[in-house]
């Protein structure tokens, strides 16, 4: 998981409450990711940054929001957190390229595990 | 809609036998193939990827994959296992272009446990 850093690494809320995931990077790319994993429903997209300033919706948006105000960082925030919010949230990163083990491929963090009461 | 199936929730294997992991997808264009493992608390390590070209890839750790489009299929293999295989898989499917790189459909898992 080198190069993605996310905070907080547990977190437990009360239902109702806020507060923001961090991602940072330090690979230099353009593309970062949100991803939630639940038992049995792998990996679903939440959030996407093609780079700087631009976010678009993934597969499961509903109760999220994120902001990519520098090429490094890419914040994911529950406005008001409700137990079906209880995940490990991880964010991953894109190299872009034309060749090469590296090229095109997902980098992610080591994943932020939350839990709402 | 693309979607990836991984038929096996859980395998058990004996350290020192082959292993196959299946994984079937669903999408209406040349697929992007991808193999993550997951070990307990930790994030998710490529272990290989397929996008064109020869259908048996080579991957980390002794891992290996054959694409097989006839049957809509991504297969992730090993000869020998060893005890440190132990984890869980993630076959994945994405489309090319951009940010579509990034955007992966993933399996549901499977959990691999490796006996003594």
């Known amino acids: 998981n080198a190069g993605v850093t996310q905070t907080p690494k547990f977190q437990v809320l009360k239902t109702g409450q806020s507060m923001t995931l961090q991602c940072a990077q330090d690979?230099?790319?353009?593309?970062m990711y949100w991803y939630r994993q639940d038992p049995g429903m792998g990996l679903r997209l939440i959030y996407y940054?093609?780079?700087?300033?631009?976010?678009d919706k993934g597969e499961v948006p509903n109760g999220y929001n994120v902001s990519r105000l520098n090429k490094r960082e890419f914040s994911l925030r529950l406005e008001s957190a409700a137990p079906s919010q209880t995940s490990v949230y991880f964010c991953?990163?894109?190299?872009?390229?034309?060749?090469?083990?590296?090229?095109?491929?997902?980098?992610f963090g080591a994943g932020s595990r939350l839990t709402v009461l | 809609a693309q979607s990836v199936t991984q038929p096996d929730i859980h395998i058990t294997v004996s350290e020192g036998a082959s292993l196959e992991l299946r994984c079937n997808y669903s999408?209406?264009?040349?697929?992007?193939l991808f193999w993550y493992v997951q070990s307990p608390g930790q994030g998710l390590q490529l272990l290989l990827k397929?996008?064109?070209?020869?259908?048996l890839v080579q991957g980390i750790k002794g891992f290996e994959a054959e694409f097989k489009r006839s049957q809509s299929s991504f297969n992730l293999r090993k000869p020998s296992v060893h005890w440190s295989d132990a984890a869980e898989y993630f076959c994945?499917?994405?489309?090319?272009?951009?940010?579509?790189?990034?955007?992966?459909?993933f399996g549901q898992g499977t959990i691999l446990t490796v006996h003594p």
């Open positions: 999408y209406g264009a040349t697929p992007y």
């Open positions: 940054s093609a780079s700087e300033g631009t976010t």
């Open positions: 690979m230099n790319h353009n593309s």
């Open positions: 994945a499917v994405g489309a090319m272009g951009g940010t579509s790189y990034g955007k992966l459909t």
């Open positions: 991953a990163v894109h190299r872009a390229g034309t060749g090469g083990a590296g090229a095109n491929v997902l980098t």
């Open positions: 397929y996008f064109s070209g020869d259908t």
